[in-house]
């Protein structure tokens, strides 16, 4: 009998063990899969068990004593026992897989079913803190316990309600649990709970800010604290819930915005840390973001930036990050000074989830020039430019992209340079994450435009690394390496014979003329046409077959490739035969319906395109009868030099073309 009790616990210790090896990678994948919640890899994981241990512990065996009592005890008993079990540390493994090794989470559950609000409680309190383990509440989900908490969110008794909530906020942490609560109506179930103690709350809250709310007299301090608690439990489970895209629409019409908006003035961090943290979390939906600017929240999002509390900050910037993609928005927090507390932020460099949400805060709100100026004001670019020795990817990605949007601005190039941020950005070009990538071609695109800033980019080799990014597989790093190639061609010394020393340089850009991709089109036209300025360059991309791939992308519909296109044509036209090579190509007459685009960038590179090609007589009759002249007859008269220059040229060739006919004919 001891010898099959010795074996059966030599097998425990050995599962325990063969468990335990994998389970630091299998929460690191959760983590990153809550991330992107729809990911139907989390479904798959395996049952694990407990960390490695030589020995059970005695609360091992302790705790499973005392679920046999919960299995076979009367009600008093079954009280007991849960009130023992709440004796142990649940936060520690080893109890929360005794509970589960021996049947506990069944009885646990099936007590939720239970008239006693005393069993209710206790056994609620104990799921609340063993669901924190990600293969607990895997379990409890399986087992149906979820269906239980949610028909108790309709229970009289607050605490029952609040730890229901609380417990649901735990276990909605995978993509199936957070189908099953919307799939029983749990989401309208939550909204209810927090529109029981609005109204509470609300009231408690003016008498905060010393304001009487005519016919409330005020409730006990207990009363107040049960409401708290309350939202912070019912917000706390929308917070969990908000990560898969369909339950955000079901909060929505479930009219969760509003109560939301009331609960964001609430004084009490408790509550404002899951409510920011549901609208970080919705902020991903234009819907929402457009709700939260016209339901008066920016503002206070911009009040608890100012906060103690670093959670909440973190928060706060990060809905912020996501809301600033809007032009009103980035207006409203300017409006609201909430600028300032941003760049505050950036000071606190050891706190990196915060320094991420600040930086990204910050990026998003210099896509308006009038926040650039603020931010010069404040100066946040040196800031920002001693980050860029920062360890945390997501805060250099943040960084790079700011310093991007400011250096727009020429004195920011100018900073950026004086600061010492020309450097770091170039080495940044030698690393593997793609976004990060992007962020640091837009920055030195921005910054190669000034010539004392293109003399280090030149002398570190930042030109030959961008070209190698044209190697990268990602299009949207392909796209910004080109783009950024293009002021750096233009304000070289030498440029010519610097892209040609690159070997297989040439040949590589103009075969991505090849790609899918629009913007990788417009951009690697857009360098094309800087590289054909050079002579040499222009008869080595030929000899490539450069002409033909323009000439196959002339039936394009997007101007951003058509301004582009025409630009790197009238380049390429001014070698050998290439106006004739372009005309038997069929190049011509797609171009002139360029002319009708209502993007006036469009009709002047279209123009100078037309003008070159027009030198060919052959192609004057193409654009003759496509009806060119009264197009461009129209655009003589522009106030674009450029564009009436070109378009008299094109008309003159055309007319001279048609005079010597003539001639010919009457001779």
Not at 129 to 140: D, L, Q
Not at 567 to 593: M, T, Y
Request: include cysteine; aromatic fraction near 4%.
């Amino acid at each position: 009998m001891e010898k099959a009790k010795d074996s059966e616990n030599t097998k425990k210790k050995e599962l325990v063990k063969n468990q335990s090896s994998s389970k630091l990678s299998v929460h690191n994948k959760e983590v990153s899969e809550e991330s992107s919640p729809e990911s139907d890899q989390e479904e798959e994981l395996a049952e694990r068990g407990r960390q490695d241990q030589s020995d059970l512990p005695p609360e091992y065996w302790q705790i499973q004593k005392l679920v046999k009592y919960l299995k076979g005890g009367n009600q008093t008993a079954t009280i007991i026992a849960l009130c023992s079990m709440r004796d142990f540390n649940l936060a520690q493994e080893a109890c929360q897989f005794a509970i589960r090794d021996v049947g506990g989470l069944e009885v646990l559950i099936n007590l939720l079913d239970t008239e006693d609000i005393k069993c209710k409680i206790g056994s609620l309190q104990i799921l609340k803190e063993i669901s924190k383990n990600p293969y607990i509440r895997r379990s409890i989900a399986d087992l149906g316990g979820l269906q239980t908490m949610v028909k108790i969110l309709t229970e009289q008794d607050k605490d029952l309600r609040c730890l229901a909530a609380e417990t649901i906020a735990n276990v909605a942490k995978f993509k199936r649990a957070r189908k099953v609560v919307r799939q029983n109506n749990g989401i309208r179930m939550l909204v209810g709970l927090l529109e029981s103690v609005k109204a509470n709350l609300q009231h408690a809250a003016n008498d905060h800010k010393g304001i009487k709310t005519p016919g409330h007299h005020g409730y006990s301090q207990v009363e107040l604290a049960k409401d708290i608690e309350i939202a912070r439990c019912g917000a706390s489970a929308l917070w969990s819930l908000s990560k898969s895209k369909k339950n955000k629409h079901e909060m929505r019409r479930s009219g969760v915005i509003p109560l939301l908006a009331t609960l964001l003035k609430s004084p009490h961090e408790s509550i404002c840390i899951p409510v920011v943290g549901t609208l970080q979390e919705c902020a991903s939906e234009a819907s929402y973001r457009l709700a939260i600017r016209t339901e008066g929240m920016i503002i206070d999002l911009v009040e608890n930036l100012r906060s103690s509390n670093e959670e909440l900050q973190m928060h706060c910037a990060n809905a912020i990050f996501k809301c600033a993609e809007d032009k009103d928005t980035r207006d409203l927090i300017r409006k609201y000074q909430g600028l300032d507390p941003l760049v505050k932020l950036l000071s606190n460099r050891e706190n990196k989830p915060l320094l991420a949400a600040a930086t990204g805060a910050i990026w998003k709100c210099s896509i308006s020039k009038e926040n650039v100026k603020r931010f010069q004001e404040l100066k946040a670019i040196e800031s920002l430019v001693a980050l860029l020795s920062d360890p945390t990817e997501e805060v250099l990605i943040n960084t790079v992209g700011a310093l991007a949007e400011c250096a727009q601005e020429p004195e920011n190039r100018a900073s950026t340079r004086k600061s010492g941020g020309i450097s770091p950005l170039v080495n940044l070009l030698t690393g593997t994450n793609n976004q990060l990538l992007v962020n640091t071609c837009k920055a030195l695109a921005q910054c190669a435009q000034d010539p004392d800033n293109i003399s280090i980019i030149e002398r570190m080799d930042g030109v030959r690394l961008l070209w190698s990014l044209l190697k990268n597989p990602n299009p949207r790093v392909q796209a910004s390496a080109a783009w950024a190639i293009c002021p750096c061609i233009k304000n070289i010394r030498d440029s010519g014979e610097t892209v040609r020393n690159f070997v297989g340089g040439l040949e590589l850009i103009v075969s991505l003329l090849k790609s899918n991709d629009i913007e990788v089109l417009a951009s690697v036209c857009s360098a094309i046409a800087e590289i054909a300025k050079d002579e040499e360059n222009l008869a080595v991309i030929t000899d490539h077959g450069v002409v033909p791939m323009l000439a196959s992308l002339t039936n394009t519909n997007d101007d951003i490739l058509r301004k582009n296109l025409t630009e790197a044509i009238a380049q390429c036209c001014k070698w050998g035969k290439n106006r004739q090579l372009f005309g038997s190509h069929d190049a011509v007459a797609p171009l002139v319906k360029y002319l009708k685009s209502p993007n006036t960038g469009v009709h002047a590179s279209t123009a100078k395109a037309l003008h070159q090609l027009s030198k060919n007589p052959a192609n004057c009759i193409v654009m003759h009868e496509n009806g060119v002249v009264r197009l461009l007859l129209g655009m003589v008269g522009s106030t674009d030099e450029v564009l009436q220059e070109n378009s008299a040229g094109c008309i003159s060739y055309i007319r001279r073309l048609a005079l010597a006919n003539e001639k010919a004919r009457n001779a």
